[in-house]
């Protein structure tokens, strides 16, 4: 069975133009970009015009773009980088929404010298401004703020935070691994000192990340080792990824704004129409300020992960948070953090979509996830006692 792939925030399908520009880094060009060789160093001048259409993706230049293995990996390494830079500073602030990327690292930070604020968020999941400002210190050595939340879609207001957090001189970073592809970003208009992305969710292959670092900002390496990213970064490099990287840039550039309202009409009739179709099922947050591709919808008083099984047996694939918290029955913490009511939160499937989803694949979802609610609260203790407070109040 084909799947219904609806889980692109997890992943996304490598796309055929990316896997035809990496085979030959495979077969033909496998020299170590380091070698003095010219085998070796035609390797290295591919890698340099990758790191160009990466670095246009986002207003960059290609010497501030340095390569890792994945989006964790650049976040460790721009908090860390900070930190280690800024000896003095003791203080990181971030949000209670983060991915665990950026959240659990503060919480380590947080048991291991250092203070950690987390800065809240709205029933809508929109940052608290005000705390955030009451909270910056002489002592922050830095704010990391996603772009935009893997779970909700929603986009914090990145080009306020950049203006407000170097008018303070703190240094910003930004997780922008769900935002790189799905919204224009430019670092010459926007003040940012670094910002994350990762190649997996924009076409690319798994394995490849990369960190953008302001011209001019205080750097130390994460992973230590050899001279490769200008001494940024050990290791040789993931030469066929980064190619692919490359190209997924490109394209991704050169289609955004037609993919994208595309990919949002279908989004949003999948989200209208789900609606439209079940009772108390409603949207988690700001429905004004989010990605294109994706819909947080709460089936109230059913499990989130039942629904997945069920859609799972019609080849749907979707998921109940980030894939790092599904398996876990606890809510997701980013719900929790907007207070949605437990009763919501369990029931919270995670839709989002790609450039290869069809309309024929939106009408099969609105056909089946309808019943499989109906079949889910026909056995739901939660549902038959908030059917009898309902029937007892209009009585
Ligand atoms: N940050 C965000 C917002 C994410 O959504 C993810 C992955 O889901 C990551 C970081 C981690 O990226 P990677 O899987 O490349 O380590």
Known sequence: MKPLYFDNNATTRVAPEVVEAMLPYFTEYYGNPSSMHTFGGSVAAHINDARAKLADLLGASPEEIVYTSCGTESDSTAIMAALRSNPDKKHVITSRVEHPAIKNLCEYLGKTGYRVTFVPVDHKGRLDMEYLMRNLTNDTAIASFMWANNETGIIFPIEELAGILSERGVLFHTDAVQAVGKVPIDVQKTRIDMLSLSGHKLHAPKGIGALYVRKGTKFSPFLIGGHQEKGRRGG???????????????????????????????????????????????????????????????????????????????????????????????????????????????????????????????????EKVPGIVERLRAISPFWQEYQKELASSKA
């Open 236 to 366: 040789t490099e993931n030469v066929a990824s980064i190619i692919g990287l490359g190209r997924a840039s490109e394209f991704v550039a050169a289609h955004m704004n037609d993919e994208n309202s595309r990919v949002k009409a279908l989004r949003d009739k999948l989200e209208t129409q789900l609606i439209q179709r079940i009772p108390n099922a409603l949207v988690n947050g700001d429905t004004a300020n989010r990605l294109p591709n994706t819909s947080s919808i709460a089936f109230e008083f059913v499990e989130g992960e039942s629904i997945l099984l069920m859609m799972n047996e019609f080849g749907i694939c979707a998921s109940s948070g980030s894939a790092c918290t599904s398996g876990s029955l606890e809510p997701s913490h980013v719900l929790r953090a907007m207070g949605v009511p437990f009763t919501a939160a369990h029931g919270s499937i995670r839709f989002s979509l790609s450039r290869y989803n069809t309309e024929g694949e939106i009408d099969l979802v609105l």
